[in-house]
């Protein structure tokens, strides 16, 4: 990493991100793979060409018969919000106070990371398509509805709540895929195990490189970065699906439907998006963060009382026990 600027004026972002740049240019290495060395989706899924095709994928269908109808329902959601992946995309583009150029370090590490993130959406689509449990017609329904429809997550175009977001969501989609992982090899399927298992590494790795960028922001623009935490956290962090619909359903309605699946059974909880907020605290060192200005100050004691009031509500929230039956699912 370069050594810190001398004199970066507070709140001045493009300076910020111009020193990122390199960061970004020469280090991403260490939380991106090369192309050559990373699994794809045809690793893990039966081979066509292979005269035992037919027999892996009875093989496939009668594992995922012994996956639970909530688990099948949370998995669905996952993968729709990877196939969203054009959406992610081109709001990192836009992203302001960032330089364009092609050959610069934001859009080389976009274009990358999505490259890794792509191949998420690409394995789960085929496995689910494959099981022969999804009307796979009102999946793609709702894929489409989610590209189309967008999102509002509250970080606007300023670089450092994006950064704030995707540490968060990185952190929160390695959650989901590990549960997922651990429930279905516990169900008898060790190949969606295996697959969602690789998933949540790559996510791991992503958290920790957006979470390396606002830790580097920290030291030289440290009252905007915690001012843009705060206000990230004081609207909390909706997921990325949070439109997410079935046909003929308003925006949203599925994905609420989807949260309360993912809560019956333990794959995300309210819990878990407290432990979330900790991690970051603790990642970040919020408590240790010097040269604030008054404003900075007022906004890590909120960060810092942040996790046991939202323990206290999450402590509160009743789940319902009733399962949703969704159009993606037969039976």
Not at 84 to 104: C, I, R
């Amino acid at each position: 990493m370069q050594e810190l600027p001398l004199n970066i004026p507070e709140g001045s972002r493009r300076e910020v991100m111009a020193y990122l740049e390199p960061f970004m240019l020469n280090e991403m290495s260490e939380y991106l793979k090369p192309v050559e060395e990373m699994w794809q989706p045809a690793d893990f899924l039966p081979d066509a060409s292979r005269d035992t095709f037919f027999e892996e994928v009875r093989d496939l269908q009668e594992s995922a018969k012994e996956l639970p109808y909530d688990l099948v329902a949370v998995l669905i959601g996952d993968t729709i919000t990877e196939e969203a992946l054009p959406t992610y995309e081109s709001w990192l583009t836009m992203a302001e106070d960032v330089e364009k150029n092609e050959q610069g370090g934001w859009m080389k590490w976009v274009r990358a990371w999505t490259a890794e993130e792509n191949r998420h959406g690409d394995l789960l689509n085929k496995y689910l398509y494959l099981s022969g449990r999804i009307d796979m017609r009102q999946f793609e329904i709702s894929t489409q509805y989610l590209i189309k429809d967008g999102f509002d997550i509250g970080t606007g175009p300023d670089p450092y709540r994006n950064f704030i977001y995707t540490s968060f969501q990185e952190l929160a989609t390695n959650v989901s895929h590990r549960r997922v992982a651990g429930i279905s090899k516990k169900s008898g399927d060790k190949l969606l195990a295996k697959m969602c298992g690789v998933i949540a590494a790559d996510e791991a790795r992503h958290a920790k490189a957006y979470m390396s960028f606002i830790s580097h922001a920290l030291q030289v623009d440290p009252s905007e970065v915690m001012i843009a935490f705060e206000d990230m956290m004081r609207k909390k962090i909706v997921m990325p699906a949070h439109f997410l619909r079935e046909s003929g359903e308003p925006q949203g309605e599925a994905f609420a439907h989807f949260s309360d699946a993912a809560q019956r059974i333990e794959v995300y909880t309210a819990l878990d998006y407290v432990d979330i907020l900790r991690d970051l605290n603790r990642e970040w060192a919020i408590d240790k963060v010097s040269n604030l200005n008054e404003q900075g100050e007022k906004a890590r004691d909120y960060l810092m009382k942040l996790p046991d009031r939202l323990t206290r509500l999450a402590e509160r929230i009743k789940i319902p026990e009733i399962q949703y039956k969704f159009k993606w699912i037969y039976g």
